[in-house]
């Protein structure tokens, strides 16, 4: 009777071991997320402002042309899109900073393109910032093919 009740003590200790452990995973995976809410809360900003028009999937045109890759990517290039003369004939490479002119105020930034008639533009420049990250960081990954 006296073994027993000292294995189970064992086993107990070794139980305890073992969550321990487990529970130390759990914690140093939730501890490496919150180091980089930023991703998460850079793609929130994308879909919020821009998803309901715009996919980020090679190939997946919506109302407005994917953004994959659109950071370095010439204006008015995406196949099988069709563009506003205005955007095709804009000659312009899209950057992060000419990005941020552009969702600042679509219609002043190339007068008569099509989203300008359907977006006004975000004043915000804190989730421009985001978006912009988002688009550079995330839009070539593979789950965004
Ligand atoms: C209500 C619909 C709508 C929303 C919302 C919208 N867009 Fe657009 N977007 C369009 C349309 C339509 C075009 C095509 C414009 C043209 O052909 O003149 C476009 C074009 C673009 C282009 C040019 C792409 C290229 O291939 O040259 C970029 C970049 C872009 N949008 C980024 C954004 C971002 C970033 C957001 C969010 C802040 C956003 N758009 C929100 C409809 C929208």
Known sequence: MKERSISTTKQNALLMAGLAACC????A???SYAQAPSSADNEMAFN???RECHAFDKGD??????LYGVVG???GSVPEYEYSESLKASGITWTESNLDQWITNPNSFIPGNN?????PGLPDKNERAK???F???DTKKPSGQ
């Open 29 to 31: 995976t939730a501890g």
């Open 115 to 119: 989203m300008g008639a359907v977006f």
């Open 131 to 133: 978006i912009i990250a």
């Open 24 to 27: 130390g995973l759990v914690f």
């Open 73 to 75: 990517r010439k204006a």
């Open 61 to 66: 045109n919506r109302t407005g042309p994917t």
């Open 135 to 137: 688009l550079k960081g």
């Open 48 to 50: 919020n402002h821009c």
